[in-house]
């Protein structure tokens, strides 16, 4: 599994500004992808999904870019709001499990 | 529907002894996979059932077992307790396996091993 010490990468935003948590995938053979949403003392949320023969997947305020040529998965919020304030992570299926990012803390600032 | 449910929430052990976890799936998803959660290490598969069968594991030792049970509830047991075992252990339940399905998270059971 990956790992990334105890800190993670932290992404501060402006209430009502756009945010875009970027997550790099390892298995190029991986077709279902996720983005999960962790609040504090809570196991992790579903937002919104993406399969492979999809580039673009819009939901209420979200949207999940895949990009397959370089394993990259994006979430963007829009009008981000304090209640956007999480811990995200991206999932990807190999065909057995699902493989979680280390995940982005999004902080919103008043 | 009611969701995942994992009991306990909270849970302190000593080193040496042993636990046993539980997780009620949301009715009708027959897979459930678990999962270790620590700030060092993220998120981390420990394994899947599916219709009362380990379909797929991680890579964690022995000491890491569990079960379902034939109403797709399940329970993991951590043998001889370590104190690198102290992490948020969380369940997640499907309605089948395989690509494209989704799955749904407990809110988990925080294992203290003092």
């Known amino acids: 599994g990956e790992s990334v010490g105890l800190h993670l990468p932290t992404l501060s935003v402006q209430e009502g500004d756009n945010s875009i948590i970027n997550c790099a995938y390892s298995?190029?053979?991986?077709?279902?992808f996720i983005w999960y949403k962790q609040e504090s003392g809570k196991g992790p949320q579903f937002i919104i999904d993406?399969?492979?023969?999809?580039d673009k997947r819009q939901g209420q305020r979200v949207t999940v870019l895949l990009n397959k040529t370089v394993k990259h998965l994006s979430l963007q919020i829009a009008a981000t709001q304090p209640g956007d304030s999480a811990v995200y992570f991206c999932?990807?299926?190999?065909?057995?499990?699902?493989?979680f990012g280390p995940g982005t803390r999004l902080s919103v600032l008043p | 529907k009611a969701g995942v449910t994992q009991t306990p929430r909270y849970l302190i052990k000593t080193r040496g002894q042993q636990v046993t976890l539980s997780c009620s799936p949301i009715?009708?998803?027959?897979?459930v996979s678990w999962y270790q959660q620590t700030p060092g290490q993220g998120l981390q598969f420990l394994f899947e059932?599916?219709?009362?069968?380990?379909?797929n594991k991680g890579n964690f030792p022995g000491r890491f077992s569990g079960r379902q049970f034939s109403n797709s509830r399940s329970e993991m047991n951590v043998s001889t307790l370590e104190l690198g075992d102290s992490a948020l252990y969380l369940c997640?339940?499907?309605?089948?396996?395989?690509?494209?399905?989704?799955?749904?998270f407990g809110q988990g059971t925080r294992l203290t091993v003092v």
């Open positions: 298995n190029s053979a991986s077709d279902y």
């Open positions: 009715s009708g998803h027959r897979s």
């Open positions: 993406i399969r492979s023969n999809m």
């Open positions: 059932y599916f219709s009362e069968t380990q379909r």
């Open positions: 999932a990807e299926n190999n065909g057995q499990n699902f493989v």
């Open positions: 997640a339940s499907s309605l089948a396996r395989g690509h494209g399905t989704e799955a749904f």
